[in-house]
Nanobody
């Protein structure tokens, strides 16, 4: 099982980034996919999640209206489009796959929002 995040980096406030998480080794289309983020000294927090067929999506209040989660089951990939980025969005972003039995995490990708 592998989850590989990419797309992180340094961006100025107000800018945009698109994160990707490529999955392999499990039946991607059967799993709920989520994005979390974590800053040093704080707990990992849920940013957004999307059900297996994309029928239900939820967001943390802090990112509503700015971030969009989507998935492509044909490509085994989940995305997080992040617009209007703020310095407080700076964190390591992780993707997570889960079903009723298993949960898998990626290694994370750093997002830094700074001028």
């Amino acid at each position: 099982v592998q989850l590989v995040e990419s797309g992180g980096g340094l961006v100025q406030p107000g800018g945009s980034l698109r994160l990707s998480c490529a999955a392999s080794g499990f039946t991607f289309s059967s799993y709920v996919m989520s994005w979390y983020r974590q800053v040093p000294g704080k707990e990992r927090e849920l940013v957004a999640s999307i059900t297996s067929a994309g029928g239900y999506i939820n967001y943390a209040d802090s990112v509503k209206g700015r971030f969009t989660v989507s998935r492509d089951n044909a490509r085994n990939t989940v995305y997080l489009q992040m617009n209007s980025l703020k310095p407080e969005d700076t964190a390591v972003y992780y993707c997570k796959a889960r079903n009723y039995l298993y949960a898998y995490w990626g290694q994370g990708t750093q997002v830094t929002v700074s001028s």
